[in-house]
């Protein structure tokens, strides 16, 4: 019996091991991050924190001991062993300050910290060894992450064996309440080795003095690079109060290549570099800060105090392992020549709001709600941009979008409150009988649309919110709102560009002659899509079905220029259309790109020159690309046609990091296929939305992630589900009576999905643990059950049942061990190859089809 009991006891703990591989290591990391965010306020004491989760991650919780500073510019040391002797990676920080209480911190890594103590003032030095900076924060920067693939190599033979965070804590005016303060960074660390090495390479002005009262003052920096290759993948820059701009280069035979632009007055965290920047051997990296001196009555040097300047351009960058290295440094300028051409955008100070300067500067005067919104947006946009593209996009199958009453939805846009705006047909179809041969407007006598062409909706509910353009359009194609929330919008029938204002029912500017197709500086000719450039105000169209040019126009209509031609025969080259159908601007690249439908590409071009300057193309594609949307942070989204018969490729979405052209992502609609999506439009929060002009429907997508973090309305009542899993119920009872029965149903409703959302319920643990026994007790009675009716009570067990022997009867079983349970459908995050092709070279392909009209 005790043999029995063994074995039962044995089962039970394979089945807790198991039921317990259903918590992710990423999610145990997740919770813990979240819910550390209570410690910043309280002391942790001398035992510092340590979090092993699954076999191969664990987080470690650095912060300062319970210090109190005692005078302004105080600089605090502390040290942390790494708690493993092996090699481990650090693959995340997430930090833990206020800017009101301190300056700045740094993260370094070494093996040998200057002294031994709980913590010590650094002007007794950060390490005795040479030391690596591994991290840096201020100005209420966001958590940095690092791509998937690239860690800091800590720990092993080689690699830093203790942490030592340096906090300055510069107005010590918030202590005066004599409270304790333990700010700090947490790390996420993992075993699984990264197949690419992450380091730190520091740009630092040493010598640089700022005049009183002097406007101007050029901090240069230069360094001739002499190791092996490195790529650029995020930076940081850093002053103090007297820094308006900070930029960074690399030059290569004479040219320039912006790594990274950026003000120091703006949180001070790592930002992603936007173009892929390689270094080789040779190339100089240079960086420049921007200093004036106004309001200043002393010289003000390069120093360690908050009275004092610095000028430090950040790069992270990373290497092949076997080449790796972790840290390096330029402080001289090696060839001060060279910045008579530092391209002048170096020059241009990025303009801050006077009331984020007061709140990056520590000041305590009361803001209005207005400034604190802004603040809040555009903090959480500039986190929205810190190295994170990792992400999947769904369909938000609650939006209720589908069932909208729409023509042919021919255009999208987003407007200044990030209302989802929609330009259809109405009652118009586009078909074989719309035009002649010479692109003349056959069916004149409809007359104009008199339903409102341009609805402006909810982007959550779909709810209408304003509409207009009765009466005006034919044939409604591209939209797109300008800086200031007027409407731009292109009619294929009248061939002309409109600009609306949003509650003017009379256009303010029209281009192009009415039902009048041509291709002169007056004439368009079917143009398709229409954009204005935020910062010059200059317009941009796409024309267009029987053209196959761009054309700038001046901020009031005048002709500036245009490029492009007829695609020809065999190769289609740089420069040359077959239906340039929709337009996205890069304004902070200066850039336009145009998706090149029947080219199946994506081009793009200067916004100054309408110079050529890269060509994004894949086989996933196909034959057609209709719509491209650019996203600040990097991301551009498209989709393609459907394929001609023949063709694999199928209709969806794409997501694409800019820099790189890659493919991140590909995405569908659930409920029902794409037909013929005709154009896209995504938001910085990354919701994209769909226009299909053969379905007559917009689908709205976002990232799995915002799917997290949704709020589900549904009969009256609205249930807000947050990634901690905490559920807000707010009941609308609207005078029904049933509404109580029905907050009711749905609470049982919403704890069902929070279950299988948040992982395995301590209910499921349970039952997984207590069928088996249940069921291996059955079992075990029914045996000797059947044993007594066949033996009597002569049987025997032989010391016990053998739970090999016993499963290996069964078909499946293996001796190599219990089969691992499943575990899809958990909270376990999985890493899957996104199976995208390479970007491609033009090649040379058969002329598809006439194209079809839309």
Known sequence: MAGFVNKLLILLLLFQNICLGFRSPLSVFKRYKDTSRSLSSECLGSDQPVISFGLSDFALDIRMPAVTPKQSDTYLCMSVPLPVDDEAYVVDFKPHASMDTVHHMLLFGCNEPSSAENYWDCDEGTCKDKSNILYAWARNAPPTRLPKGVGFRVGGETGSRYFVLQVHYGDISAFRDKHKDCSGVTLHLTHQKQPLIAGMYLMMSVNTVIPPGKKVVDADIACH????????????????????????????NGQWTLIGRQSPQLPQAFYPVKYPVDISYDDILAARCVFSGEGRTTETHIGGTANDEMCNFYIMYYMEAKHAVSYMTCTQNANPEMFRNIPQEANIPIPVKSDVLKMMHGHNEETKDSDASYLLQQAKKEEAEVLDQDFHVEEAVEWPGLDLKLGQVSGLALDLENNLVVFHRGDHVWDENSFDSKFVYQQRGLGPIEQNTILVLNPSNAKLLHSTGKSLFYLPHGLSVDKNGNYWVTDVALHQVFKLGANDKEPLLILGVALQPGSDKTHFCQPTDVAVDPITGSIYVSDGYCNSRIIQFSPNGLYVMQWGEETSLGRSRPGQFRIPHSLALIPDLSQLCVA??????????????????????????????????????????????????????????????????????????????????????????????????????????????????????????????????????????????????????????????????TGVSFVLITTLLIIPVVVLLAILVFIRWRKTIVYGNNWKGGGGINLGNFFASHKGYSRKGFDRLSTEGSDQEKDEDDGTDSEEECSASPLPPAPSSS
């Open 225 to 252: 690079y002499k190791r092996s290759p490195m790529h650029l993948f995020a930076y940081r820059v850093h002053t103090h109060r007297l820094g308006k701009v900070v930029s960074g280069y690399r030059v290569r």
């Open 596 to 757: 090149d439908r029947e080219n199946g590409r994506i081009q793009c071009f200067r916004l100054e020159t309408g110079e050529f300057t890269r060509e994004i193309k894949h086989k996933a594609f196909g034959t057609e690309l209709f719509a491209v949307s650019y996203v600040p942070g990097g991301l551009l989204f498209a989709v393609n046609g459907m394929p001609y018969p023949g063709e694999a490729e199928s209709v969806q979405g794409f997501v694409m990091n800019f820099s790189t052209g890659e493919i991140i992502d590909t995405f569908i609609p659930l409920r029902k296929g794409f037909e013929m999506p005709h154009d896209i439009v995504a938001s910085e929060d990354r919701t994209v939305f769909v226009g299909d002009v053969h379905a007559k429907v917009v689908w709205k997508f976002a990232s799995a992630e915002k799917m997290e973090h949704r709020s589900v309305k549904k009969a009256g009542i609205e249930v807000q589900e947050t990634k901690e899993s905490e559920t807000i119920v707010e009941a609308k009872l609207k005078n029904k009576p049933e509404s109580t029965d029905l907050l009711k149903n749905m609470n049982k409703q919403h704890l069902v999905q929070q279950a299988s959302s």
